[in-house]
């Protein structure tokens, strides 16, 4: 009498490892989703760790690198509030967006115009007790509070802020000193 055959799927067995690989599929996007959003995110803002230098005793330094836009972007608190910058020489103070001043309770102490790529802006003034760039930290620094930036804008790090700082670069690396 010949063995049964056992090699036959039945339709159960097929239907299961169907639902298995479509989980596995969608378990795979979902990881691939994650790392270029990791990724991205990276390539944006590479400077989510910074890098503390201490070639001299007398000054505190932070080097920064240029994302691939050629931004230096990075991040850093506001009264001890996280928040993510870009340097912007061209902007007189530290611009920052209303939602993130909302979200840590800055006050505004009055208002004036602000010419910005867009055209002619009201902005808010208001003074940051302190802003801190890794080990690096400035008090009382000017600022003004943009309503027309969206949440997802980084805070433009301008010269109120920068005036207090040694800027060096060299390739693409940018270092903050302070003394």
Do not use: C
């Not at 599929?25 to 989703?33: A, N, P, S």
């Not at 991040?75 to 912007?88: E, L």
């Amino acid at each position: 009498m010949p063995a049964p055959n056992n090699t036959q799927d039945t339709p159960v067995s097929k239907k299961t490892g169907r639902n298995m690989a479509i989980i596995a599929w969608v378990i795979g996007m979902i990881l691939l989703t994650r790392f270029l959003g990791v990724w991205e995110d990276k390539q944006h803002n590479p400077n989510q760790n910074l890098a503390t230098i201490s070639d001299d005793v007398s000054k505190t330094s932070v080097a920064l690198e240029r994302n691939r836009y050629g931004h230096y972007v990075f991040n850093g608190q506001i009264n001890g509030h996280d928040a993510t910058f870009m340097i912007d020489t061209g902007a007189t103070d530290v611009v920052i967006p209303q939602a993130l001043a909302d979200k840590i309770g800055l006050k505004h102490y009055g208002q004036s115009q602000a010419s910005t790529a867009n055209g002619i802006i009201t902005v808010f003034k208001t003074s940051l007790k302190r802003v801190s760039i890794g080990p690096i930290t400035l008090y009382n620094v000017s600022a003004s509070i943009n309503p027309a930036m969206t949440s997802e804008d980084e805070v433009l790090m301008g010269m109120s802020a920068l005036k207090q700082l040694e800027l060096r670069q060299k390739n693409t690396t940018l270092t903050l000193s302070q003394h």
